[in-house]
């Protein structure tokens, strides 16, 4: 309280440029928020933990599928906690997100869990008003208590991987982008806690990995499924 009523004793440019800076920094905290929600798969335990993820970013886009895990997994890191991406473990090669890369990953890192984050909606924020992309009722999403799985098989890969190859990347560019991260646990590949991330505002990927990453690793150690 004594720093505020300094500022206050300012006058004159000073006091014009602290106010200034202050509403800068107010209109930028409005105008960027990250929101994040979590909610436990239905009929599973709430008092599961998790020492060793497997990061998976599903997207087509290598180079942001990539860059995305590895962030993801660098952030969840601790003490206590060990994380690797899918790019990372499948090798120099990337292969394709399947049932089978996955499988293989989990096996060979000795995953306990697979973090899946797949983008839902996006809507990019473009000069003339802008374009929407939208994932359409096939991808899963929270609902209650529990989740819509539509043609997502385990850990939540495509199924039909045609159909995925034309997908957006998981974050997108600038604008707003709505993504879901599900924690799979990998004795039966059960979905276990799902987080709902939406953003705004976003100017470009490096913003968006900023933003988003920290929200994601704060919400899984809020509930302890990480510590």
Same mark, same amino acid.
């Given at each position: ?8 004793r =300012?006058s004159g440019?000073a006091s =014009?440029?602290t106010?200034? =800076? @202050?509403l800068?920094i107010m209109a930028?905290?409005v105008?960027q928020?990250v ?6 798969? /239905?009929?599973?335990?709430?008092n599961? %933990?998790?020492?060793?993820l497997l990061v998976?970013?599903?997207?087509p886009d290598?180079?942001q599928?990539?860059?995305?895990e590895?962030d993801l997994a660098d952030d969840?890191?601790s003490? %206590?906690v060990? #994380?690797r991406?899918s790019?990372?473990?499948?090798g120099a090669?990337?292969?394709p997100l399947?049932? /089978?890369s996955?499988?293989?990953? +989990?096996a060979?890192?000795? @995953?306990?869990a697979v973090l #899946?984050?797949r ?9 003339e008003g802008?374009t929407? *992309?939208?994932q !359409? ?6 609902i209650?208590m529990?989740?819509?799985? !539509?043609?997502? !098989? ?7 991987? !045609?159909?995925? *190859?034309?997908?957006?990347?998981v974050?997108?560019?600038q604008?707003?982008?709505?993504? %879901?991260?599900?924690?799979f646990e990998t004795?039966?590949a059960t979905?276990v806690?799902?987080?709902? %991330?939406? #953003? ?5 990927r490096?913003?968006? =990995?900023?933003?988003i +990453? ?10 302890r499924?990480v510590?």
């Amino acid at each position: 309280m004594r720093n505020l009523s300094a500022h206050h004793r =300012l006058s004159g440019p000073a006091s =014009l440029l602290t106010a200034g =800076l @202050a509403l800068t920094i107010m209109a930028g905290c409005v105008a960027q928020p990250v929101t994040s929600t979590g909610v436990w798969g /239905e009929g599973v335990p709430h008092n599961q %933990t998790f020492s060793k993820l497997l990061v998976v970013a599903v997207t087509p886009d290598i180079n942001q599928r990539c860059a995305f895990e590895r962030d993801l997994a660098d952030d969840l890191r601790s003490a %206590t906690v060990a #994380a690797r991406s899918s790019c990372e473990e499948l090798g120099a090669e990337k292969e394709p997100l399947t049932l /089978e890369s996955i499988e293989r990953a +989990v096996a060979s890192y000795g @995953a306990d869990a697979v973090l #899946a984050t797949r983008l839902v909606d996006s809507s990019m924020g473009l000069k003339e008003g802008g374009t929407r *992309e939208t994932q !359409g009722d096939a991808y899963y999403k929270p609902i209650g208590m529990g989740y819509d799985m !539509g043609y997502w !098989g385990a850990y939540g890969v495509p199924v039909v991987y !045609g159909q995925f *190859e034309t997908a957006p990347s998981v974050i997108t560019l600038q604008g707003t982008v709505h993504i %879901t991260t599900t924690v799979f646990e990998t004795r039966g590949a059960t979905p276990v806690y799902i987080i709902d %991330t939406q #953003a705004t505002n976003l100017q470009s990927r490096e913003q968006s =990995l900023t933003e988003i +990453v920290p929200r994601i690793t704060n919400r899984l150690r809020q509930d302890r499924l990480v510590r």
